[in-house]
């Protein structure tokens, strides 16, 4: 029952290239910064990500991305980086977009056994007829895109099915977690976690407070232990290293 590895480098030896991962983090907030820089320094590479955004230049996921590790995103958001914006365009890497909450539920299906559900959001567009392009090729022109999707009236109103989805690992970031496994995650950062961490065959999870087994009341847990394989507890530089994303100050 004790999950806790000695280190995050420990907790993420195993992953292979080509390993498919669901990320936890929105923007910057709650995003597995120690974790994702081990997998950096571990070398996998042709990596199948799923993440709302691909991190920022220089941080989180965009560690990865610079780097050329990572073959494919499943996600909802390009924006913030320009690395991940010119890589797509250029037909460097293959990007499945999606609507953000239908990526958040999506994830939730996989966790929860749910294969397929129905949901509104997407009628009408390319997300249903297909078209999306998920890759580009070199000149331009669209090489390979997103096929159409099955639709369904309920209640009179179309729907589209959209898949579960489940991933060999997840990394996630959690901020108060015991040794079981047991996850509470403060603010923003319970974001796409708990989700990412659903989705994940074998899930990691470094926390910024580790506690004792039956230190976390049972009401206050968010995540239970049976969804977390590994915990890594950081230390108190690493815990505080958040950035901001966007600041806005009065003058």
Same mark, same amino acid.
Request: charged share 20%; hydrophobic share 40%.
């Given at each position: ?22 990320? %936890? ?32 230049? %220089?941080?989180?996921?965009g560690v990865l991305l610079a780097a050329g590790r990572i073959a494919r995103?499943? #996600? ?21 977009? /999606?609507?953000? #909450? ?21 009628? #009408? ?5 297909? %078209? ?18 099955? /639709? =369904? ?13 489940? /991933? ?7 901020? =108060? ?41 049972p009401g206050a847990v968010h995540l239970p232990g049976i969804y977390v ?5 950081l230390s108190p530089d690493e815990a505080a290293d958040k950035q901001i ?7």
């Amino acid at each position: 029952m004790n999950k806790v590895r000695g280190s995050a480098a420990e907790a993420v030896a195993d992953i292979p290239s080509g390993a498919s991962l669901a990320v %936890g983090g929105f923007g910057l907030g709650g995003v597995p910064e120690v974790l994702i820089r081990a997998l950096y320094e571990q070398g996998a590479s042709g990596l199948q990500v799923v993440s709302n955004n691909c991190g920022v230049d %220089g941080r989180g996921l965009g560690v990865l991305l610079a780097a050329g590790r990572i073959a494919r995103v499943t #996600g909802s958001y390009v924006g913030e980086n320009k690395e991940f914006a010119r890589q797509y365009l250029s037909g460097e890497l293959e990007v499945e977009l /999606t609507p953000q #909450g239908t990526l958040a539920e999506r994830l939730r299906a996989g966790g929860a056994g749910i294969p397929a559900f129905y949901t509104p959001a997407g009628v #009408g567009t390319q997300v249903a007829r297909g %078209g999306l392009p998920w890759r580009y090729a070199p000149d331009g022109t669209v090489a390979f895109a997103s096929p159409p999707k099955e /639709t =369904r009236d309920f209640a009179g109103r179309p729907h589209v099915l959209e898949h579960g989805i489940t /991933t060999d690992y997840a990394l996630v970031r959690a901020w =108060r977690g015991d040794r079981h496994g047991n996850l509470v995650f403060r603010r923003a950062a319970a974001n796409f976690n708990p989700l990412a961490a659903m989705a994940g065959r074998v899930t990691v999870a470094e926390v910024e407070e580790l506690l004792e087994p039956g230190e976390l009341a049972p009401g206050a847990v968010h995540l239970p232990g049976i969804y977390v394989q590994r915990i890594v507890a950081l230390s108190p530089d690493e815990a505080a290293d958040k950035q901001i994303e966007k600041r806005t100050v009065r003058s």
